[in-house]
C-alpha cells in the first residue's frame, strides 16, 4: 500500500508540477541571445509611378446623402441644394375594395426630412423650400433649376428658433423637431405645408418637386438623408365620394428621385492626383514595390507622403476621410478595389500640410502574396457625400511626388547560436 | 513481508507501468534538463546523463549505473530487462543586476531500457538531454527610428532540446573486466520566436517564428575494470562530431561539439555501504567564442539495503557557457532515497538537489525535485 501510494503522490507531484516559467528579463550582452532584431527605415522617393486620376465613381443621385451648402468664397460661393420628387397617388383614389374616388385636391401635407450631418456651431440655420418641376431627374445641373430657385419659395423654417420652441414644436405652423443631439446630432424635421405649399395636382398624378436652399449666420453646410432617412410626404387628400368629399391619410409617400445640384462644379482633371468631389474622382498610384523588402522581411509600418498641389477644397466644416486601398486586377480607372484592407486620414478642409496615410495593412498584403498587384488607389471613404476634394502633386512633379516610408524587419537568424 | 508483496506484486507493478507511461508519454521538448542562463548565448545547458540515483550521490555513481546513460560498460551486469525514466522539477531563482527573477520548469531528462540478449552480451536503448535549450528573454530597450526615440519590449524565446538517442551494448569479457560501446544520435528541434512590441502602436508588432533542426553524431566506449571485491573503476570517452542547426532545410549553423572523458572509482566495503568518486573532462571550447573546457567532480556515498537506501553526494566544476574570459562554476549537493517493491521488480527514486552557478555577475540557485521509476517486467 505504502509503495503504490508512494508512486501515485511521486506522479501526482511531477504532473502538478508542470507549469512552465521561463520569462526573465535579460541582462544583455552577457545574458540575452547574441542575435537581436535589426529594424531599417528606408525612404522609396521614386517607387510611386504611372499614377492617374479618374472622377465619375458616384454620381450627386447616386449618393447616399443630399448635400446641402452655402459657403461664400473669395471667387465663388459653394452653393448646395437638395431637390426631390415625390410620385402621387395618381387622379382617383381607392375608398373600399369595389369603389374608388376622384381626388379633389390635399387640405395640406407633412413633409419629414432627417438631417443627417450638421455643423453644431452653425447658428440660425435657415431652410426654404422651392417648388419645381416635377421634370427634375439625373439630368438636372444647376442651372437647370435657377428660375424656380429664385421666383418658387413656398416655404422656409429656421430650425434653431424651432429647436428653442417648448417641445420643439411650432404650435403656430405645425412644424416640430426630434433631435438626436447626444449621440449623433441628427434632426427629425417634420413640417406641415399648407395647401398653397402642397398642391395636389390631378393632372400631374399627384407629383411633387421640391428644392431646399439653406442659410445661416455663419458657413452652413449639412446633409439630408435619402431612402430610408427620407423625405417622406404625407398626404391629407380630400376624396370625392359619390358627390361628398370626403377626408382620407393615405400611407405616406417617400421619394422617387432625390439628389442635389451644385455650383461651382470641380475643376477638370489635370496631372494632378485627384480625390473626393462631386462626382467622386480617384486616384490610382503604381508602386514597384521593392523585392528586397518582399522576399525577406516583417514589414511594421508603412507610411505614404502625399503633398497637396493646393489646398483642400470644400465646406470649412467638412473634414472628410480620404482611404488608400489596394486593388485585386490593374485596369485603369475600372480597377476592381480590395476591400478587404484600408488605411485612412482625415482632410481638413483648407489645410495644405503633407498628407500622411498608414499603410501598414496593405505593404503587409503586398509582402504576403506576391501575385497582388502593387497599387494603391485613394478615394474618399464616403463617396460624393462630401463636397471636399483634395489634389496631390503627381510623380512626375519630382520635388513634390509621392513617397513611401517603410519599416521593415530584417529576418532574424534562428539558429544561429 | 510476504503478504505484503503478494499484495503488490500485481496493482504496484502495474501503478509503476502506468507511472513510467505517463513519465515518457510528454512532449519531446520536454525531454530535456534543467535549464540555465548561462546556455542562452551558448549551445545551450548540456544535459545530466544520470538516473535518478545516480544524481542523488552527486553524479558520482553515474559511471556504474547501467541504467545512467553515460558509460556503456555496466550494462553487462544488468541481469534483466529494466526500463527507467526521469522526472524532475526545477524551482530556479536567477539573481543578477540587482534583481532576482523565479522560475520554474518541469523536464522528463533520462529514459533507458536496456536487457541481456546474451549470457553475456546487454544492450540499451533511450535518450537523454544533450542539450537543453529552452528559454524565455525579455528586454525592454529603445532606438531612435523616423527621428523619435521609440520605446519596445522585446521577448526573444527557444523552445525545445536536442536528444541524445544512444544504443548501446556491453559485454563481460571476463569476471574482472566489462567493456561497452555506444552510438548516439543527436536529435532535435526547438520553436524559436523573436518578438517586438513598440510602445507606439503605429508600429506593428514584430513576430518571427522558426522551426530550428538540430543533427549530430557521436560514439563513446567505456571499460570496467573490478580491482578487488567491493573495488571497482571504470573509464570512459565519447567523441561527437558537430552539431548541425536547420531552418527550412537550410543550414544555419555548425558548431563543433565537444570530446570528452573521465573516469570513476567504487568502492562497496559492506553490502550496506557503497562509495563512489568520478571526474570528467570535456572540451567544450571547440563550440566556439564564449565557450570553455571543463573538469567536473563528484562523490557520493548510498547506505543501507538496495531495497531503501539513503543516497547522498556533491558535485562541483564548471559550466561550459559564460561572458568573459572564465568558466562560471556550479556546485551541488544532493540527497535522495528509494524504494523498491513488487519484489524488486518495480522501484521509485526520490531525489533533492540543491545547485549553484556563478560566473559573470549571475548566481543561479535551483533546487530540483526527481522522481524515478524504474520496471523490471
Known sequence: MTERRLALVGVALLVAACVERLTAPGDCPDFCPSNQITIVDTLLTSSINRDSSYRGYVLAHEAALMLAAHIPGATDTLDGRPVFRINGFGG??????????????????????????????????????????????????????????????????????????????????????????????????????????????????????????????????????????????????????????????????????????????????????AVGGVPSARSL????????????????????FLVPAVAARGAPADSFVIEARTVFADFGGKSPIDTRLGDTTVIHVGATDTVKIEVTNLLQLWAADSTH????????????????????????????????????????????? | ????????????????????????????????????????????????????????????????????????????????LTATAVGGTSHRDVAVGGTTTALRATRFPVMVVAGPVRPRLAVAAGFTTYLDKSWDVTLRDSLLLRGVLQRYTDEVTSDGSVADVRFAAAGRVSRRLAIGAALHVLAGSTRETAERRFDDTTFHTVRQSAEVRYDGFGVSGSVLLGLAPGLSIVGWARSDNRLRA?????????????????????????????????????????????????????????????????????????????????????????????RAFAQGRALIDLGLERLERRGGGLTERVWTVLVGLTVRP
Open chain 1, 92 to 273: 382617383r383614389f381607392v375608398l373600399s375594395a369595389t369603389d374608388t374616388g376622384a381626388i379633389l385636391g390635399a387640405d395640406s401635407a407633412r413633409l419629414k426630412l432627417v438631417i443627417l450631418r450638421r455643423d453644431t456651431a452653425t447658428h440660425n440655420l435657415r431652410l426654404q423650400f422651392y417648388r419645381l418641376p416635377i421634370t427634375i431627374d439625373t439630368g438636372t445641373t444647376f442651372g437647370s433649376v435657377a428660375g424656380p430657385f429664385t421666383d418658387s419659395l413656398v416655404r422656409t423654417v429656421n430650425i434653431d428658433t424651432l429647436l428653442a420652441q417648448p417641445g420643439r414644436k411650432d404650435p403656430v405652423m405645425g412644424d416640430s423637431v426630434v433631435s438626436d443631439d447626444t449621440v449623433s446630432h441628427q434632426l427629425v424635421v417634420s413640417l406641415k405645408l399648407d395647401s398653397a405649399a402642397a398642391r395636389y395636382v390631378a393632372t400631374d398624378s399627384g407629383t411633387v418637386a421640391y428644392g431646399i436652399r439653406i442659410a445661416a449666420d455663419t458657413l452652413a453646410s449639412i446633409a439630408f438623408g435619402k431612402g430610408t432617412f427620407g423625405p417622406v410626404l404625407q398626404w391629407y387628400l380630400r376624396v370625392d365620394s359619390l358627390g361628398t368629399p370626403v377626408a382620407r391619410t393615405p400611407a405616406a409617400l417617400a421619394a422617387a428621385f432625390a439628389s442635389f445640384v451644385f455650383a461651382p462644379t470641380p475643376a477638370p482633371l489635370d496631372s494632378t492626383l
Open chain 1, 285 to 304: 498610384l503604381r508602386v514597384a514595390f521593392p523585392k528586397f523588402i518582399r522576399d525577406s522581411s516583417q514589414i511594421i509600418r508603412g507610411t505614404l
Open chain 1, 373 to 417: 498587384p502593387t497599387i494603391f488607389v485613394l478615394r474618399p471613404q464616403a463617396e460624393a457625400q462630401f463636397f471636399g476634394e483634395i489634389r496631390f502633386y503627381p510623380s512626375v512633379a519630382a520635388a513634390f511626388r509621392p513617397t513611401l516610408q517603410i519599416t521593415f524587419v530584417r529576418r532574424f537568424p534562428f539558429g544561429v547560436p
Open chain 2, 1 to 80: 513481508m510476504r503478504r505484503a508483496d503478494r499484495w503488490t506484486d500485481g496493482p504496484a507493478v502495474g501503478t509503476a507501468l502506468v507511472a513510467l507511461a505517463l513519465l515518457i508519454a510528454g512532449p519531446a521538448v520536454r525531454l530535456s534538463a534543467q535549464d540555465s542562463q548561462f546556455g542562452i548565448r551558448g549551445l545551450g545547458t548540456p544535459g545530466r546523463w544520470e538516473s535518478v540515483r545516480s544524481r542523488s550521490t552527486g553524479g558520482a555513481f553515474a559511471p556504474f549505473d547501467p541504467l545512467s546513460p553515460l558509460t556503456e560498460a555496466p550494462l553487462a551486469d544488468i541481469g534483466q
Open chain 2, 246 to 338: 536547420t531552418v527550412a532545410d537550410t543550414t544555419s549553423a555548425m558548431t563543433d561539439l565537444p570530446r570528452m572523458a573521465g573516469g570513476g572509482l567504487l568502492f562497496a566495503p559492506s553490502p550496506s555501504a557503497r562509495f563512489a568518486a568520478s571526474a570528467a573532462w570535456r572540451s567544450w571550447s571547440t563550440a566556439g567564442a564564449g565557450a570553455f573546457d571543463t573538469w567536473t567532480w563528484s562523490a557520493g556515498a548510498e547506505f543501507g539495503s538496495r531495497r531503501m537506501p539513503i543516497r547522498l553526494g556533491a558535485r562541483g566544476g564548471q559550466f561550459p557557457f559564460g561572458p568573459g574570459t572564465k568558466a562560471p562554476t556550479e556546485a551541488a549537493a544532493s540527497v535522495g532515497t528509494g
